[in-house]
């Protein structure tokens, strides 16, 4: 697909988002019956994109379990617990916590728990070099001999595409490594800007291949200010990709700002046509929190989400509250370069 028909997809998107998002959210409450989209207390399932896997509505972020702050043993119990009660998707990336993420979700998915889980992990390296290193080591820490979805982590500059797609660049090593049956599915994700986003998409295009899935940031704050709900999201949902939400309480940042509870994040997040939204669960408590979130939803009505995003507005139009935009507080491999290779 060239710049030229991406672009169109965007001018049309208004008239079509609507329609796709409603039709995604009756496709999920008819697979789990009539009344309550949830009437059982289980754990919604989604379908991620055009790969056609059933993912839980929510997933559980992986750098929060790394945190030197959380016990190890605790952090392997959020796991168990989130897999036991039907959360199945898990994030993870080959950088956080200097491996240490990694290598406690390897010792959570002993024991047979590895089978409960879709395991998502991410590599920041740009050559095949040190993507191919990386993919062995994430492998290694996670303790198994596949990663279903292996993603470009902080693709956050406009050389970035470029740079995977390049000749001897990160995209032969994935490629090979699930021809080598290392990985299953592979994406990107980045949390700057839409247009960066749009660029990974367009480049892909241009090389012939198609992303599987793409994360982004994706909450009630985003709207306001250079959103990917508005500019990527339509893109993802016309071509059938995977949309995988981060972000969605910023950190904390918007629970701060005290007009937004932790259950109106989670749950408009659920009610865009996401495959699933991830969250940081550093306690046992915050994972109750998250799967209560899942175990209560209902789409958002319209009027409902109009509501929440004017009282949002006035804290989110300038993306002080969003600092993975605005700053390069969360920005790993420009602190650390070396990482991309």
């Not at 019956?33 to 399932?45: D, L, M, R, V, W």
């Not at 012939?208 to 508005?230: I, Y």
């Amino acid at each position: 697909m060239q710049r030229r028909s991406f672009l169109k997809l965007v001018a049309t998107a208004a008239a079509v988002a609507s329609a796709k998002a409603k039709f995604a959210m009756a496709t999920d409450k008819t697979m789990l019956g009539k009344g309550s989209a949830n009437p059982n207390g289980s754990i919604p399932y989604r379908t991620l994109g055009h790969t056609g896997e059933k993912v839980s509505i929510v997933g559980i972020g992986g750098h929060h379990l790394g945190r030197a702050l959380l016990d190890e043993a605790e952090s392997i119990q959020i796991v168990r617990t989130a897999l036991d009660n039907g959360v199945n998707f898990l994030d993870n990336s080959w950088d956080y916590n200097e491996g240490r993420s990694e290598i406690r979700v390897g010792k959570a998915l002993r024991d047979g728990y590895r089978d409960k889980a879709f395991l998502m992990t991410k590599i920041d390296g740009r050559t095949k070099e040190s993507a191919a290193k990386q993919i062995d080591e994430s492998l290694r820490r996670l303790q198994t001999d596949r990663i279903d979805l292996l993603q470009f982590h902080e693709v956050i500059r406009m050389n970035d595409p470029d740079r995977i797609f390049a000749p001897g660049g990160a995209i032969e090593a994935t490629l090979n490594a699930k021809k080598a049956g290392k990985l299953r599915y592979i994406g990107f994700t980045g949390h700057k800007s839409p247009q960066i986003h749009l660029h990974m998409l367009d480049t892909a295009s241009k090389h012939g291949f198609t992303f599987d899935t793409v994360q982004m940031p994706l909450n009630v704050m985003d709207a306001h200010f250079e959103s990917f709900e508005k500019l990527v999201l339509p893109v993802l949902v016309q071509n059938r990709i995977g949309v995988l939400a981060m972000k969605t309480m910023g950190d904390g940042n918007f629970l701060r700002s005290g007009v937004v509870t932790p259950i109106e994040c989670l749950h408009y997040s659920m009610s865009l046509p996401t495959s699933v939204v991830i969250t940081g669960c550093d306690s046992m408590r915050i994972l109750d929190q998250a799967l209560n979130a899942a175990r209560t939803f209902e789409p958002m009505s319209d009027s409902a989400k109009a509501e929440l995003l004017a009282r949002t507005a006035n804290f989110a139009s300038s993306g002080e509250l969003e600092l993975y935009k605005t700053s390069q507080t969360f920005d790993s491999t420009s602190s650390n370069p070396q990482w991309l290779g």
